[in-house]
């Protein structure tokens, strides 16, 4: 078990110098043309703003907008469609005469934030399965009305996210035909949780046809809101082992109240934090995924956490400059202000070799129907 610690133990920068030079094998190559035959598919839009670039002070910025992803608000459709389809493809093959699923129904059972669990939720009814959703405490009531609304069951959990996660381990190992679809990996739990990043892979082959598009070339640093990593572990796959040399800063971005990864980055070891309340709902998570964290502690080149209050103000910027993003997806743009202003910012700016002429892509990961919040002081 990792060790467990207070969130606010956590510093709130870290940088790995040699993160460029590591390398790791591809995602498979059959995951975009699984997505690009499901209906509804599109690639998310990759949005330019110059204003951004010039209070950066580099040369461009990018904000790929998942704010609606196969009809639903943020970036996880990518994940539970592909691990869900994998997940009934080896079902189907292997326990065909099981007498639990004589009905041909599948129970998809899995703990969520609020995005993931939806998106498991929508793949189960398109495809005539059952759904079991745990929520943890500190989701708003809209954002699990909406994983209802998908005619899922959902119980909600007086704890936190990790509590969640057992929980919903717990109920598929005591129901019949069920199967855990967690984005999280565990020692023993970790095939599911694999296939889910993959299915993120889809994700950054349509950045980099974007790029291409507009003759932007190869990001030189890419910002990812983190909750448990998997995410991260996507991103950090597709650009490490690319081979070209073309190999961009990957910056991770956690709220201050639930900094994970950026503990355990620090630490060197996997942790977990006592996580606390937060805006940044989707990635209120304290524990890093077991599968994430090699690919995070050797491929991540900086880790940072922001205030909530950071995450406001930067989803107030982009909605003003036509980007719907809530707390999770602004947070990217939050981290990397925090980065490259302020106190210290010429030398973190050098860790991440970023210069006047650098493109940088901020994932925007949820729109503001994902994890609707309130707020009285927006400033």
């Not at 996507?234 to 991770?252: E, I, K, N």
């Amino acid at each position: 078990m990792s060790e467990i610690l207070s969130s606010l133990t956590a510093p709130s920068w870290f940088a790995h110098p040699g993160a460029r030079t590591w390398t790791c094998p591809p995602a498979p190559a059959d995951v975009q043309g699984f997505h690009a035959a499901l209906p509804g598919y599109t690639p998310t839009p990759l949005t330019e703003l110059p204003s951004l670039a010039v209070e950066l002070n580099v040369g461009r910025v990018f904000v790929k907008d998942e704010s609606c992803r196969l009809g639903l608000p943020a970036f996880k459709a990518l994940g539970a469609s592909w691990a869900v389809h994998r997940t009934l493809a080896e079902r189907a093959g292997t326990q065909a005469a099981d007498s639990q699923e004589a009905d041909g129904q599948v129970t998809l059972v899995t703990a969520t934030d609020g995005n993931h669990g939806r998106a498991v939720a929508r793949m189960a009814r398109m495809l005539g399965q059952r759904a079991h959703v745990f929520v943890p405490h500190g989701v708003h009531p809209a954002a699990a009305a909406a994983i209802a609304a998908e005619e899922a069951r959902v119980t909600e959990v007086a704890g936190s996210y990790d509590e969640a996660v057992r929980r919903a381990a717990a109920a598929v190992d005591a129901t019949p035909g069920a199967v855990l679809i967690q984005d999280t990996a565990w020692p023993g739990y970790e095939r599911i949780p694999g296939w889910i990043v993959e299915g993120y892979a889809t994700l950054f082959a349509e950045i980099d046809a974007q790029l291409a598009a507009v003759e932007a070339g190869s990001p030189d640093l890419v910002a990812i809101p983190v909750g448990v990593g998997s995410l991260a572990q996507a991103a950090v796959t597709h650009y490490r082992s690319g081979g070209d040399g073309a190999a961009p800063a990957l910056l991770s971005v956690e709220p201050d109240s639930a900094a994970g990864v950026l503990t355990s980055l620090t630490r060197q070891a996997p942790v977990t934090v006592t996580t606390g309340e937060t805006t940044m709902a989707g990635l209120n998570c304290g524990t890093p995924s077991t599968l994430a964290w090699p690919y995070l502690r050797d491929g991540l080149d900086a880790a940072i956490a922001v205030t909530d209050a950071d995450s406001a103000r930067a989803a107030d910027d982009l909605a003003t400059l036509g980007v719907p993003s809530g707390p999770c997806g602004a947070a990217s743009l939050a981290g990397v202000r925090a980065a490259l202003t302020g106190d210290g910012a010429p030398t973190r700016r050098a860790a991440l070799s970023l210069g006047p002429a650098s493109t940088l892509v901020l994932l925007s990961t949820e729109g503001t129907a994902a994890n609707p919040h309130h707020r009285e002081n927006p400033s």
